[in-house]
């Protein structure tokens, strides 16, 4: 089977139409999540779509082999799959250990992520639903556990991360997600860093909200009016003011202090706001010096400017 496909980005020099080279298949990562019902999966799913996974739930596993067809062709945007799979029936258990072999054959990554808990520990979740087992068939709850205890034994040995989570709440188990996942304290959490005018509002999305109208204004300086804190001569002459990097080192400091704990907590996206006067000289700079000394601590973070484009609004209309 084909697992590559050619995508058409318009003609190069010559006439001759250009090809996208495909990605190696060492690039995608494909992660199983499976294991008991009752013991979390939904909740795994949740959370692993929140990492940037793209996740499919409650697929029969023959479908898969599309899927990953689709993910490593050269014009997809998904290179990271999660798959929410249970396994109801021997036959749905064939079909997964072939698409295993598959993924192995092709040289994708798998990881198979399986969540457990104790049958005393189900049959309360269970019965505080009000829902009958999958494989209940009638019968007792305590024989559909031991059922599909029995299908999945072999499947729980091949798994490469398995979480029990009869005494996890499902903030712990995020957490317990992210570290195995993604590693463990503030590399955990996501931040976003944006700039904004005071006279505009205060963001009402912030975590944090920083005031730098302590700093000197660059707009009362003739030659750097009609630049913004992008520019490197607002940056530079922001950045060098009395104040502004003793302000980042203490801002800096308190923010990841507040960060490991938020790791710990299960809150996994940060935002913070930088403000100024109008939003476009002092807190544009600052927000991007906050940004790459918080990106020193191996952070994910991102940066926006959101009245920025007020100043070219505005000069568009002149």
């Not at 091949?158 to 195995?180: F, G, P």
């Not at 601590?297 to 400017?305: C, E, K, N, Y």
Request: proline residues 4%.
């Amino acid at each position: 089977m084909s697992v590559v496909s050619v995508s058409r980005h318009g003609t190069a020099e010559g006439g001759e139409t250009e090809r996208q080279m495909p990605r190696p298949a060492d690039e995608f990562e494909v992660l199983l999540i499976t294991g008991m019902s009752g013991a979390g999966r939904s909740h795994a799913a949740d959370s692993v779509e929140d990492m940037g996974w793209y996740v499919v739930d409650n697929m029969p596993p023959k479908l898969l082999v599309p899927l990953v067809d689709m993910m490593t062709a050269s014009a997809s945007k998904v290179h990271k799959l999660a798959a929410v799979i249970d396994v109801r029936s021997r036959s749905y258990f064939d079909d997964l250990s072939a698409v295993l072999s598959h993924l192995d054959d092709l040289g994708v990554k798998t990881r198979i992520l399986f969540l457990d808990a104790d049958d005393e520990v189900l049959i309360k979740r269970y019965e505080s639903v009000r829902r009958p087992h999958p494989l209940q068939h009638g019968n007792r709850l305590i024989d559909g556990i031991h059922e599909e205890r029995e299908l999945l034994a072999n499947l729980k040995e091949r798994a490469d991360t398995v979480i029990d989570t009869s005494t996890l709440s499902i903030h712990q188990l995020s957490t317990k997600l992210y570290e195995a996942l993604l590693g463990s304290g503030a590399s955990m959490v996501s931040v976003h860093i944006f700039s904004f005018g005071f006279k505009y509002g205060i963001p009402l999305d912030a975590d944090f909200v920083a005031d730098v109208r302590f700093l000197p204004n660059p707009y009362w300086v003739p030659e750097l009016r009609e630049l913004n804190g992008q520019d490197r001569p607002v940056s530079d002459y922001v950045l060098s003011s009395d104040g502004a990097g003793e302000f980042l080192d203490s801002y800096e400091k308190a923010v990841m202090i507040a960060i490991e704990g938020y790791a710990k907590e299960d809150k996994h996206y940060v935002t913070i706001a930088v403000g100024c006067t109008g939003g476009q000289h002092r807190s544009v700079a600052m927000s991007a010096a906050l940004a790459q000394r918080m990106r020193g601590h191996g952070l994910s973070v991102t940066v926006s400017a959101r009245d920025l484009p007020r100043r070219q609004r505005k000069l568009g209309e002149v």
